[in-house]
């Protein structure tokens, strides 16, 4: 199917069902003001927001939109990334659910079971999925492993064709409603860090399993914290074999910086069209300094958009996972600049809460930025990865071995 055809059977299925978008929202004092990064919805709301999402994509599935780039044998389209990437931009253009409590599964979970899955998991669980009948959540962090995630603790012993999982995970979104979770579990204790892990599929109502919310400094709860007390899992849910779970989750992470750079640019073109207005507001807009700074995040944004699109019409296949870090680290400093010069522009009202629209919200952004550090891999990790495999640096000291 050429481009052309497929765009426009995409409009008529989206004309057919959704209503289009107005303008995205950028009037002083207009509406809510939406400057949370992550979210901030009640447990209920984010049920119903998963419920509303699974039944878009039931349709997305029906009309043959639900995998673009899918295996033709899974029920997928058999298309490439760049009709994906063209359906995404015209579904933008229409009054959709908001996809957010699916990401996990189509981004990160679909994306390692397709590189490392079986035939009958990929049919057992990523279709699924995309069929719209389950929710997924990533089960990777621990308290003392998010930066060196290699250093995961949570332990699988072999018993037999089953396994007995014990451990903690931490920063998990989606666990309180998720349907199966993508663990990394260590499972040879003697093994170097990174070859004694495996993944597994995990169902998320398997006893043994404990899910607690954790409160943010933002007031919301949008992870959660996961224990894992002598859960029994089957071995066909081990997905590749056993010690190849950094390379599974090295394939998911790629998965996962993709779907987190991809739905920024609209956001920050409204954070920008604000601060603008804010700086208007505070007398502020012909300020030397105030203006340097501007035209300083306006380059650096069209140059993560730029390096963005470069990817979105690169061959996913020829992709070594550094590009996609790239995006990561541009995302979450040009995050952190918005709100540094959110608090320039506000002085004092940026953290004593006035009840005025569009001014101490934006500390709900900033906090947010920092959290973007760590989200899809730890800024300095990342930076550290980039510097000794893309640019040759020399590698950075080993604590000297024993």
Not at 100 to 110: D, E, F, Q, W, Y
Not at 206 to 216: F, K
Not at 324 to 341: E, M, S, W
């Amino acid at each position: 199917m050429t481009l052309d055809q497929f765009e426009a059977r995409a409009r008529e299925f989206l004309e057919s069902r959704c209503s289009r978008r107005g303008p995205v929202a950028t009037e002083w004092g207009s509406g809510e003001e939406r400057l949370a990064l992550f979210h901030e919805t009640t447990d209920e709301q984010e049920r119903a927001e998963a419920e509303a999402a699974l039944a878009w994509q039931r349709e997305r599935w029906a009309a043959g939109f639900g995998w673009i780039t899918g295996p033709v044998e899974h029920g997928g389209a058999g298309l490439s990334a760049e009709h994906d990437r063209r359906y995404r931009e015209i579904e933008a253009e229409f009054d959709v659910p908001d996809m957010a409590p699916l990401r996990i599964g189509l981004g990160t979970v679909s994306h390692a079971l397709l590189a490392a899955g079986t035939p009958e998991q990929i049919a057992t669980h990523a279709v699924p999925l995309h069929r719209g009948e389950a929710v997924a959540c990533q089960l990777f962090s621990e308290p003392e492993a998010g930066s060196d995630l290699a250093g995961v603790r949570t332990r699988g012993v072999r018993d037999g064709d089953t396994w007995r999982v014990d451990g903690q995970k931490v920063w998990t979104s989606n666990a309180t409603f998720a349907d199966i979770g993508l663990a990394l579990i260590r499972t040879d204790p003697d093994a170097p860090k990174h070859r004694g892990l495996s993944m597994f599929l995990v169902p998320m109502n398997t006893p043994g399993i404990e899910v607690r919310p954790l409160r943010q400094m933002t007031g919301g709860a949008s992870f959660c914290e996961v224990f894992l007390s002598d859960v029994r899992l089957d071995d066909a849910l081990r997905l590749g074999e056993p010690g190849s779970g950094w390379k599974v989750a090295t394939s998911a992470l790629a998965g996962e910086r993709r779907a987190v750079g991809d739905r920024s640019h609209e956001m920050n073109a409204r954070a920008m069209a604000l601060l603008a207005t804010l700086a208007q507001r505070t007398g502020r807009a012909d300020d030397p300094a105030v203006r340097d700074a501007w035209v300083s995040l306006h380059s650096r944004l069209q140059i993560a958009r730029f390096q963005q699109q470069r990817m979105q019409a690169t061959d996913e296949r020829t992709l070594t996972g550094a590009e996609r870090a790239i995006d990561k680290v541009l995302l979450a400093a040009n995050y952190k600049l918005i709100g540094d010069l959110a608090a320039e522009l506000l002085g004092p009202a940026f953290v004593a809460d006035t009840g005025e629209w569009g001014t101490f919200n934006w500390n709900r952004w900033l906090m947010g930025s920092m959290g973007y550090r760590i989200a899809g891999g730890t800024e300095e990790i990342l930076k550290t990865m980039l510097a000794e495999r893309v640019l040759g640096l020399p590698r950075e000291p080993q604590e000297m071995k024993r």
